[in-house]
């Protein structure tokens, strides 16, 4: 596994957010801890794993001592650092609500990765403990901070695409591992829906910035494969959204790796095509004016997930995505499965206006001329 040493980091400012990394998986060591080193507000101040060899490797490699890793059973000497501000939760979903807990009663502001828990419950919980402890919880929905998703949501809202009637959104990809712990449903929650259906649900909701009022969704759990014993291998989803705006999703473990959004107006329609990856996003609207794909500087996706949390932290300010906007895809969930498993539509709790689970806006790459 790539340690990406040769990366600099930042020098050292006494305004920068320490964090602690909690889980030291294949996101951690290729994404978070590079993205964290080149980060204007962010760095990396410890390590939480269960593997003392690997932390001790990483903490030479990113310029830590081995006094800053620390093992689950340390976690909670994490209250002895004043430099660690705030944690980052990389862990199966299962144990989100345990450490996000844990660390808002160490006083530690909570960057969560998505889902938030397993359930509605275990995710409310997050967001009462943080509430309580006077922390901030921000949910690592990091499409949420492209500069391209961004760009489709001002399209659907700013009127170029016209009235808007159809979405469609599909993330698949094939996992082959049946011990993975994807694959367990006391460790994840579900199959491919809170891991990588996701992120169809969600950009959905925020290209429109509004809350669907119903679900329709079928699933598919083959019998005799050994990754689908405990989860369903495919789903796909119809969302109801306000003025009879329609969201198709379909999410599968057991298909070829594809990534889209699309969104049909009246007068255009645009298309994401990789829509969900960590690096090279594409966006193309079509419209009145004609045909254009917006580029824009390069960027690294959870480099501006660590800036926004860390600016929210210095500045005081609800995260754009707060905990509440995860517990809202858990409460989507749990419809999609109900709705699954009755073959019925399921109506959801109504919310009005716009961005009703969002915090303050984030500062997000300009287009390029």
């Not at 980091?9 to 602690?20: C, D, E, K, N, S």
């Not at 801890?33 to 101040?45: L, M, N, Q």
């Not at 990856?277 to 045909?291: F, R």
């Not at 501006?304 to 995860?326: K, M, N, S, V, Y």
């Amino acid at each position: 596994m790539p340690l990406k040493p040769d990366i600099d980091p930042p020098t050292p400012q006494a305004q920068r957010v320490g964090f602690a990394l909690v889980g030291i998986g294949k996101l951690t060591a290729e994404e978070l801890i590079p993205a964290a080193r080149i980060s204007e507000e962010a760095y990396i101040a410890a390590l939480v794993t269960s593997e003392e060899d690997k932390g001790e490797a990483f903490a030479r490699a990113f310029n830590l001592t081995e006094r800053d890793v620390y093992s689950y059973e340390e976690f909670d000497r994490l209250a002895e650092r004043d430099d660690v501000e705030a944690v980052y939760i990389v862990l199966p979903n299962s144990l989100h609500r345990e450490y996000a807990v844990r660390a808002a009663q160490m006083g530690k502001h909570v960057l969560c990765e998505k889902p938030l828990s397993v359930n509605v419950e275990d995710a409310q919980a997050i967001v009462d403990a943080c509430q309580e402890a006077g922390v901030k919880l921000m949910t690592a929905y990091r499409c949420q901070y492209t500069p391209e998703h961004w760009a489709a949501r001002e399209a659907v809202q700013g009127g170029a695409l016209g009235k808007v009637k159809l979405l469609d959104s599909i993330h698949v990809q094939v996992e082959d591992d049946p011990e993975a712990w994807r694959l367990k449903r006391d460790l994840a929650g579900g199959g491919p829906v809170p891991d990588v259906g996701i992120y169809c649900l969600n950009t959905l909701r925020f290209v429109l910035g509004q809350e669907p009022q119903w679900v329709f969704a079928a699933q598919h759990q083959p019998g005799g494969d050994p990754r689908f014993r405990e989860v369903e291998e495919s789903v796909s989803f119809m969302l109801g959204f306000p003025g009879g705006v329609i969201a198709n999703a379909l999410t599968s473990y057991g298909a070829y790796k594809t990534t889209t959004l699309r969104v049909l107006g009246e007068d255009g329609g645009l298309l994401m095509d990789p829509a969900f990856p960590y690096e090279g996003l594409k966006v193309q609207i079509s419209d009145k004016a004609g045909k254009r794909e917006p580029s824009f500087p390069d960027y690294n996706q959870f480099g501006l997930e660590f800036d926004h949390f860390a600016r929210c932290i210095r500045q005081d300010q609800t995260p754009w995505t707060p905990g509440e906007e995860g517990v809202q895809d858990h409460v989507i969930m749990a419809a999609i499965y109900e709705s699954a498993r009755t073959g019925r539509v399921v109506e959801l709790p109504k919310v009005d206006g716009q961005d009703a689970f969002r915090g303050t806006q984030p500062d997000v790459p300009k287009q390029e001329e």
